[in-house]
């Protein structure tokens, strides 16, 4: 209902002109708009996960929406440096892409490309060395591939024999318990690998064409060096996906995330971006003892020079928003009439 009514309001400002003021205002221009996205369908990634993977064809229609609107696209750094030093042009908007999964490098760039958008890459890098996908993601792709069965063969896998794939907690619970299991065994990630394999072979599907497909494998040295050196911007994301509540093993996260990242791209990172959007104030001195010198979140909203460049909110652009949603956002008329929840992502990612 509440929504109904900001959708309402909504229209209501934008056809009074309301939108078109905030866009070309003093208060507009103090701010900064750091638009995330995820993943970039490949094929039918975003109907498994509205929330993380988006059509191409959105995609396009935003960035479209940019350049009709004028809006400046700045690079991260640029941005940040001119936000907290009152110098942001008017409209001012930064592109960043959580993860950096392979259909960033095949589907997502070339439209942003197109548009001569300049855009940053938040990388995770464990998975980058492997030619296999991310394996939480991948048995729950697998599981939805065959949602609405009900198998009892379950044990094949070392598993409650009843696999009830009519739901989506059901689906979750099976890739939770595949998870734990991977976690006391000890597997590496290639006997991960082989666990989605056999679950594929339970569920028939044909996993090696998935694989040649690249779905939910994340993007190797070869495309982020050649992505690089084409002016795409790589920066932290941890090399495992995760923030450990202990100082050293979340230091460590960062060097191993900084110095693949350093010999896959050869530039220095120093922006950071928290996993799934999850974060601790004892964190943040954890960071700059790092060196890194900004950090975006998940939640929803404007940077402003007042805001603490630790803890930098976004704007999650996913499936579910309306371009009318979207373009409140852009033009400012989102915040006021904002419902403030922290869009926190639900992707909680993959252990070694
Ligand atoms: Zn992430």
Known sequence: MRKQIRRVVLHVLRNAGVFRLLRESEWRRHRLLILCYHGISLEDEHQWRPGLYMEPRVLEQRLEFLRAGDYNVLPLGEALQRLYANEL???SVSITFDDGTYDFYK????????????????????????????????????????????????????????????????????????????????????????????????????????????????????????????GVDFQLHTHRHRMPNDEFLFQKEIEENRTCLRRMSQKDALHFCYPSGFYRQQFLPWLKAEGVISATTCDTGFATSRTNALLLPRFVDTSGRS??????????????????????????????
């Open 107 to 230: 589907q997502a760039y070339p439209i942003v490309k197109k548009y001569g958008f300049p855009v940053t890459v938040y990388q995770t890098t464990y998975y980058s060395a492997c030619r296999f996908p991310v394996f939480n993601l991948i048995c729950s792709y697998l599981l939805w591939k065959r949602k609405g069965a009900v198998l009892d063969s379950g044990r094949e896998l070392g598993l409650e024999p009843a696999m009830d794939l009519r739901t989506e907690a059901g689906r979750q619970a099976i890739v939770t318990e595949l998870m734990n299991l991977s976690v006391t065994q000890g597997l590496s990630g290639l006997e991960k690998n082989e666990v989605a394999r056999r679950l594929a072979d339970l569920l028939g599907v044909d996993y090696a064409e998935l694989v040649q497909k690249r779905i939910l494998q994340l993007m190797g040295a070869q495309e982020i060096a050649e992505l690089s050196r084409d």
């Open 89 to 91: 042009p008017r409209r």
């Open 323 to 352: 371009e009318l949603d979207f373009e409140s956002w852009l033009t400012g008329a989102g915040d006021f009439l904002a419902i403030r929840r922290a869009a926190r992502q639900k992707y909680i990612p993959p252990t070694d």
